[in-house]
């Protein structure tokens, strides 16, 4: 999965208007320098927003289990998000009549679910036959404020993957689930500091 697409909010404040400033309107200040949000003192993660996400390819049996494999869709990939958002701080999924008070709130819409073909994966799927797709956008709000942080579109899928898969890709199993574990951790690499710990030192050496 990719981020393609993605704005930072900002924190602003209203000064007031200058009236001897002729054409003066009301102008913003920037208190945070572009420091992004961070440290949510809990993640709070509502299921995303099915109803107009083109739904294809290999989801189900046949297409009568078609509809609950849809609705059951954003429910899967908020369990997935709450494993990887709690890395970062105490997350929880929302019940509908829920609002939180606190935090973070995560939310968004799916646009595209495609589970591609596990026959052109088989015979063809490092050509992309077959391939999957799931296309994605993402919201995280500061409840408190209520502005939007941070806003992103996300892309991915099988690709290029053959009928063995990885572990990141079906192959000729069902490729939801894979994508939707897949969009859950980028999710999460993409709102943390440093995930991989690639600064990291078992001690430090200073010169003298």
Known sequence: MYVTKSQVGGSGAAAPTDTKDFGSHV????????????????????????????????????????????????????????????????????????????????????????????????????????????????????????LVVYEFDMYGGSQLQGRHGTVRASGLGRALHFDLQNAAERVYLTLSTDPYRYGARANVSLPE
């Not at 989801?59 to 289990?65: L, P, S, Y």
């Not at 958002?85 to 008070?101: D, Q, S, W």
Request: proline share 7%; hydrophobic share 40%; net charge neutral.
């Open 27 to 146: 102008r913003m200040i920037t208190a945070n320098c572009g420091v992004g949000a961070y440290n949510p003192r809990a993640i709070y993660i509502r299921p995303f927003c099915v109803d107009t996400a083109k739904f294809t390819g290999d989801q189900a049996q046949t297409d009568g289990e078609m509809p609950i494999r849809k609705a059951l869709a954003p429910v899967e990939f908020a369990e997935d998000l709450k494993e990887q958002l709690e890395k970062i701080a105490p997350a929880r999924i929302l019940k509908p009549h829920e609002t939180p008070r606190i935090g973070w709130l995560v939310d968004g819409e799916f646009d595209v679910v495609d589970g591609g073909s596990p026959v052109g994966r088989f015979f063809l799927g490092s050509f992309s036959v077959g391939q999957s797709v799931l296309a994605l956008h993402v919201r995280v709000t500061d409840v408190k404020s209520g």
